[in-house]
């Protein structure tokens, strides 16, 4: 059985404490990851050009650079590289006509909920559908490659829109707010069953049907 190389990510942080602490943030995930982290925007292009990241984590506000420039000069680089933001910076108008850059944009303090979720999202979520669009293009059947692609595509976009919104909730309502079992809690909880199952089912889609 060939195991799954650990995905390569560059922690981009001029505080050190921050940047250490995403690292082991990401090592508390069910997923493998290997880490490198530069300090400064000049540190993440030297390092982005001797070793190839998988995935940047960035925040946008460093020592030497604008982290939105930091990220256009990624991208002239490297255009489908996945870019989430991790700041104490709420988003200005201009961001917001920005974002198109980035696979997510995180506020702090971030729980390891939407870490981890925004991690395996811009991570997962361009590859799969790819391989969906090359798949299709491959198969006799193309009415009913259609059809499937159609429903699991949805599913998809489904699912990550339950993980946005259970990031939210469990941001305005952090653990300590729901030990008494209230609504807010029992909502949570069914909302992480769903994804987890909407995870699973687009796991058996991608073993089964993509790559059989």
Known sequence: MIRKKPNYVLIVNGEPEMADLYAEMLLMDVEKY????????????LSFKRDMPDIILMDIELPDIDGWELIKRVKEQEPDMPVVIITAKPPTMND??????????????????????????????????????????TL?????????????????????SDRKFFIMMRQLYPDKRLEDGSNTGLLLEGLRIKIDREHSEIEEFKKGYLFA
């Open 34 to 45: 290997r880490f490198n982290i530069a300090y400064t925007g000049k540190d993440c292009l």
């Open 96 to 137: 917001y006509s920005r974002f198109h850059m980035v696979s997510d944009y995180l506020m702090r303090p971030v729980t390891l909920d939407s870490l981890h979720i925004a991690v395996r999202d811009a991570l997962e979520v361009p590859s799969l559908l790819e391989t969906c669009i090359q798949t299709v293009k």
């Open 140 to 160: 006799e059947d193309k009415e009913e490659s259609l059809y499937i692609l159609e429903k699991k595509i949805l599913l998809l976009k489904q699912s990550i």
